[in-house]
């Protein structure tokens, strides 16, 4: 008898009750019958989703010890007592640091030196007590660094409630304001913030100002987007002379702007929207630049006077190209920097607005990722940005804009003595069954064999466009010095060979994104990498539809899978409205009220698609308060594959009944949900 029909014969899993529910689309009828988990006020429904919980730590008790071993390892890699690298604006530096045995961030800054007394601004730890979750949205300090803007969320489900505090007296104003998202800005007045709420599918939708020591049911509305597909966005310019409000879907843009000397004046209208053309704006002197794809599928720059922003005057800056996607630029006083995305990899250049001279900052690794780091002053020859790698911790440098000089200002600490000589990353480049190549990111311990022996992880994402960054992770240690190899698929959907790339994974082309993942698979296995009885897989949300919709495909390619907080349920909840995951996502996966998105979405998504049949070892992991996928996909997708199934591995669901998309907050917790993952992986491939 195998260990798997040992433990399923001693511990029964839990059987979700069949509540047939029909619905009707098209035609077509598709029976759900558990469709009856969406509703959180049936007590059944809970009842269940602790039934997974208890099934799941019974199976699991025997890794205990592991788990905890897994979790006092990934832990004595961190200092747990750090600082971030100090950060100037105007007279004051800014930073944060932890402290061993507290699980959230300390905000703190400086005045005039790095010598003086330390001001503490925020302790999340103070805010958090009490809470099984925390998680601070805006923090945010007024131009003249009086007033900090802050709000935070203790549920999980993303609605924050928004306070000011002065930093002088260290007294609170009396008005809170409920139901805020993550965007807020300060008008030059230091006495106008301007907030979005959400509504009921969590979407940013209305845009308010405020003056500080007012009632916010005084607060005026300034705009109310009612396109569902469009969320509202507010920022200011690293020049803190304009304050943008930007309306967003997938695929469209427009944005307006207002002066943020006149904070009651009214927004003004830079571009209006236009389906399908995308832009984003900067400030420099006297013009607004633009990153816009208008007839360009890459993007390009323009610019144009901000007294004549007819498109008859957008002078080109840097022209399209079919080789090059144009991500986004930064400017500042005398300096344009711009980043771009060539080979599938990122690529920087600064230009000198005066001169036009060039330079590019140079990057010597295979496979990388890098950002810009925290750049508030304008007028500064200093660039600020972040480096890592698959074997490079996390790396803050200063670039001298002038002069061309980098500087390190500090990379994390990974105790224990890691040596990245140790390991090795590559790039390498699948090929799918269209021919296309697709590229793989891979680490793996020096002096490991290609003998179809090691463990291999594989992951990917593959949607929206987000490109996934080959960047360090020092609990993935935990993982390479047992002898894994982890990859990073960079699928279609993805935009790391351009913006063709994303859109040939949306839409009537998702399929490839499966494919590709497929494909790259099937290229580590026959490289000899692993092979499919030591491959496991992993992904969340979107990935989480991702590893759904292959195991559907190809389940003998795979033995193990960890599913985070998946998004399974496509058609269903692309259907319902009133979740956020919905009308403003029929720009990137299609509208099912058309048939031939119905017919093509049902063919692809997870739930949809369960059959009778052998499935690999299954962890799903769900969040009861996450506004973004909601339990039930999650809890859905259990039941049904239990229901069907035909095999004895063994499926599990986890559901975090405080927190939301991102699982538990804080620093310690967050570990003991991966060590937790990590304990399953490496007890289910037979390493322990």
Known sequence: MTKDRVLQTNILPPVAEKQPQVLELHGDRRLDNYFWLRDIDNPKVVQYLEEENAYTDAMMQHTASLQTQLYEEML??????????PYRKDNYYYYSRT????????????????????????????????????DLGIFDISPDHQILAYSFDTSGSERYTLYFLDLNTRQFYPETITDTYFYFCWANDNRTGFYTKIDQANRSYQLFRH??????????????????????????????????????????????????????????IIYPRQTGIEYYVDHHSDDFYIVTNEAATNFKLVKTPIAALSKDNWETIIPHREDVLLSGISLFADHLVIYERQDGLQTARVRNLSTGDESNIAFPEPTYAFSEGSNPEFNTNILRFHYTSLITPPSVFDYNMATRERELKKQTEVLGGYDSTQYCSE?????????????????????????????????????????????????????????????????RGGEEMGRKWYENGKFLHKKNTFTDFIACAEYLINEG???????????????????????????????????????????????????????????EWGNPNDPI????????????????????????????????????????????????????????????????????????????????????????????
Not at 78 to 85: N, P, R
Not at 99 to 114: F, H, P, Q, T
């Open 99 to 134: 402290e061993a045995g507290k699980a959230y961030r300390i905000y703190c800054r400086k005045k005039d030196s790095l010598d003086a007394p330390e001001e503490v601004l925020l302790d999340e730890n103070e805010l958090a007590e009490g809470h099984d979750f925390f």
């Open 211 to 268: 003056t500080l020591g007012t009632i916010p049911e005084s607060d005026e509305l300034i705009y109310h987007e009612p396109d569902d597909a469009y969320s509202l966005y507010i920022s200011n310019t690293r020049s803190q002379a304009y304050i943008l409000m930007s309306l967003q879907s997938s695929i469209t843009t427009e944005i307006h702007y207002l002066d943020a000397n006149h904070p009651h004046s009214d927004f003004q």
């Open 529 to 587: 990498w692993t092979t499919n009885t030591n491959l496991a897989i992993t992904g969340g949300s979107a990935g989480g539809l991702l590893v759904g919709a292959v195991i559907n495909m190809r389940p003998d390619l795979f033995q193990v899978v960890v599913a985070n907080v998946p998004f399974v349920d496509v058609v269903t909840t692309i259907l319902d409205t009133s979740l956020p995951l919905s009308a403003a996502e029929w720009e």
């Open 597 to 688: 998105y119905y017919e093509y979405m049902k063919s692809y998504s997870p739930y949809d698609n369960v059959e009778a049949k052998a499935y690999p070892d299954l962890l799903i992991t769900a969040g009861l308060n996450d506004s973004r996928v909601k339990y039930w996909e999650p809890a859905k997708w259990t039941a049904k594959l239990r229901e069907l199934k035909t095999d004895n591995h063994i499926l599990l669901l986890k559901t975090n009944m405080d927190a939301g998309h991102s699982g538990a907050s804080g620093r310690y917790e967050s570990l003991k949900e991966l060590a937790f993952e990590y304990a399953f992986i490496l007890e289910r491939l037979n390493l322990v």
């Open 427 to 491: 790039w390498l480049m699948a090929t799918a069954p269209d021919g296309v190549q697709v590229p793989i990111s891979i680490v793996y311990k020096t002096g490991t064999q290609k003998d179809g022996k090691n463990p291999l992880l594989l992951t990917g994402y593959g949607s929206y466009g987000s490109s996934y960054p080959a960047s360090f992770s020092s609990t993935r240690l935990t993982l390479l010095d047992r002898g894994f190899v982890f990859a990073i698929a960079h699928i």
């Open 76 to 85: 004595s890699r961190i200092q747990e007592t750090d600082l971030s690298v």
